[in-house]
């Protein structure tokens, strides 16, 4: 059955820096893009960086960019998001996704892991 297990979340002081990672297993891993999205309290889920299935290629939302960092090692099935300066704009809760197009698209999604930025 799919998994994805995101963990690494916590509190962190402004200015600090976590690294998250989500662990896949049931679906071929190196086939598909993988995603990093985050939802505020009292917020829709937004977009924050994705990185297509052989790691050439990756975007970021405008308000992470030069501050986060999204790879992944295939051998591990496991993508990672490196975030640095954080912000206490950045708490939220962070889902991994997984997103394949083959005729018809094909999405999972985490449980999700809170990250909090406070003093």
């Known amino acids: 059955q799919v998994q994805l297990v995101e963990s690494g979340g916590g509190l962190v002081q402004p200015g600090g820096s976590l690294r998250l990672s989500c662990a896949a297993s049931g679906f071929t891993f190196s086939l598909y893009a993988m995603s990093w999205y985050r939802q505020a309290p009292g917020k829709e889920r937004e977009f924050v960086a994705t990185?297509?299935?052989?790691?050439?290629?990756?975007n970021y939302a405008d308000s992470v960019k030069d501050r986060f960092t999204i790879s992944r090692d295939n051998a591990k099935n496991t993508v990672y998001l490196q975030m640095n300066s954080l912000k206490p704009s950045d708490t939220a809760v962070y889902y991994c996704?997984?997103?394949?197009?083959?005729?018809?698209?094909?999405?999972?999604w985490g449980q999700g892991t809170q990250v909090t930025v406070s003093s």
């Open positions: 996704n997984a997103r394949r197009m083959v005729v018809r698209e094909y999405t999972y």
């Open positions: 990185i297509t299935s052989g790691g050439g290629i990756r």
